[in-house]
């Protein structure tokens, strides 16, 4: 019969979060059943006191899910947006990138690109009851990644002279690059 109340709750948290993290309350709500019952509950009694103590099925998803990894790399991710823009917005008016060799379609491909992955990473940094949704930041981490280092090679083969606000910018870029490296499987393992 307990197992009758803590399974429906565990299926119900399914629904809402990975697996790895049903295990971990499966395994406490399991202890706090054992915990009721060593303290004189009926097998149901002791199945509701642990899962009164574990909290609305609903609100436990929203707390976890508003301490996930992906939202804080989705925060992260998109709190640098406005430096590494400035850096190369920057660098790209100093060196007049609009007379480099760069075709139209590819300037549009990078800019519909990146506006892909901010919404993905907005997405991910907004959710309040989706864990599921909050796992966009690992896309956008690695989009952002992608265009990063695109950017950088296109500097590299088109820019007449390497200048110090495109150094500046490449820097930038490449510590972006290796904070989303070391963020994105944290975001994947959960």
Same mark, same amino acid.
Do not use: K, N
């Given at each position: 019969?307990?197992?009758?109340?803590?399974?429906?709750?565990?299926?119900?948290?399914?629904?809402?979060?990975?697996?790895?993290?049903?295990?971990?309350?499966?395994?406490?709500?399991?202890?706090?059943?054992?915990?009721?019952? @060593?303290?004189?509950?009926?097998?149901?009694?002791?199945?509701?006191?642990?899962?009164?103590?574990?909290?609305?099925?609903?609100?436990?998803?929203?707390?976890?899910?508003?301490?996930?990894?992906?939202?804080?790399? &989705?925060?992260?991710?998109?709190?640098?947006?406005?430096?590494?823009?400035?850096?190369?917005?920057?660098?790209?008016?100093?060196?007049?990138?609009?007379?480099?060799?760069?075709?139209?379609?590819?300037?549009?491909?990078?800019?519909?690109?990146?506006?892909?992955?901010? @919404?993905?990473?907005?997405?991910?940094?907004?959710?309040?009851?989706?864990?599921?949704?909050?796992?966009?930041?690992?896309?956008?981490?690695?989009?952002?990644?992608?265009?990063?280092?695109?950017?950088?090679?296109?500097?590299?083969? &088109?820019?007449?002279?390497?200048?110090?606000?495109?150094?500046?910018?490449?820097? &930038?870029?490449?510590?972006?690059?290796?904070?989303?490296?070391?963020?994105?499987?944290?975001?994947?393992?959960?």
């Amino acid at each position: 019969m307990s197992g009758d109340l803590t399974s429906t709750y565990l299926i119900d948290l399914s629904r809402r979060l990975p697996a790895g993290i049903i295990e971990e309350i499966a395994d406490g709500l399991a202890q706090a059943c054992e915990d009721h019952l @060593a303290r004189g509950l009926s097998e149901r009694d002791a199945a509701a006191a642990a899962i009164a103590e574990f909290g609305d099925a609903s609100q436990l998803a929203a707390e976890f899910t508003r301490h996930s990894p992906g939202r804080r790399t &989705a925060r992260i991710m998109l709190g640098s947006g406005p430096v590494l823009g400035a850096c190369w917005g920057a660098a790209l008016i100093a060196t007049r990138a609009w007379l480099w060799p760069v075709p139209v379609a590819a300037r549009l491909a990078y800019g519909s690109a990146l506006l892909l992955v901010i @919404a993905a990473l907005a997405s991910a940094a907004a959710s309040r009851h989706s864990y599921r949704l909050t796992r966009l930041a690992a896309a956008g981490g690695i989009g952002l990644g992608v265009l990063d280092l695109t950017m950088i090679a296109v500097v590299l083969l &088109a820019a007449p002279l390497v200048t110090w606000l495109l150094a500046i910018a490449i820097t &930038a870029s490449l510590t972006r690059t290796g904070l989303a490296a070391r963020l994105v499987p944290r975001v994947l393992a959960r």
